[in-house]
């Protein structure tokens, strides 16, 4: 049986450590899919569109040693809803820090509610990454700051792109 593990996030810009928990995560699944979500709540700066984008290619160039089947589609319903329509059994999720716990908690707790046959797998970031964060990534780019050794050469260019 294919095991499909879903990792869900809004990916505003994908980072360092979101590359490293994607590519943790395929160690643990057939096929991958990556759930890019709208939440205008977090007001992106890049369109939905635009992130769907740059999450295929950055991860298009991740090692794929095991040749596991990866997929990054969109989607702006009830993450739950989504996991079943993508028949998943799992859903990855990174964690950074204790406050990263009480929102995934929460949120898992919640999910078995709704669904109690997709399990939820909680991965440490890695060390280096721990305290990267999309927003404060963003923050860093829009004041001039170095952001190179969080994203992409690729999500760089996209961001500086957007503050010139």
């Known amino acids: 049986m294919e095991r499909v593990g879903l990792?869900?996030?809004?990916?505003?810009?994908?980072t360092m450590g979101h590359l490293d928990i994607?590519?943790?995560?395929?160690?643990?699944?057939?096929?991958?899919?990556?759930?890019?979500?709208?939440?205008?709540?977090?007001?992106?700066?890049?369109?939905?569109?635009?992130?769907?984008?740059?999450?295929a290619k950055d991860v298009g160039d991740l090692p794929n040693p095991r040749n596991v089947k990866i997929e990054v589609k969109p989607f702006d319903n009830l993450l739950m809803h989504f996991a079943e329509s993508c028949?998943?059994?799992?859903?990855?999720?990174?964690?950074r820090a204790v406050s990263d716990f009480e929102y995934e908690f929460q949120m898992t707790a919640m999910n078995e509610q709704?669904?109690?046959e997709i399990e939820t797998v909680f991965l440490m970031a890695d060390v280096q990454h721990q305290a990267v964060?999309?927003?404060?990534?963003?923050?860093?780019?829009?004041?001039?700051?170095?952001?190179?050794?969080?994203?992409?050469?690729?999500?760089?260019?996209?961001?500086?792109?957007?503050?010139?």
């Open 22 to 55: 994607i590519g943790r995560g395929m160690k643990l699944v057939d096929r991958l899919i990556i759930g890019v979500a709208v939440n205008e709540a977090k007001k992106p700066l890049f369109s939905l569109d635009e992130r769907t984008e740059i999450v």
């Open 133 to 164: 964060a999309s927003r404060l990534v963003k923050e860093i780019a829009r004041f001039g700051g170095d952001i190179t050794s969080f994203v992409t050469p690729r999500v760089r260019e996209k961001l500086l792109e957007k503050y010139k």
């Open 87 to 95: 028949n998943a059994h799992v859903i990855i999720r990174g964690l």
């Open 7 to 14: 990792y869900p996030g809004t990916f505003d810009p994908i």
């Open 114 to 116: 709704l669904n109690r």
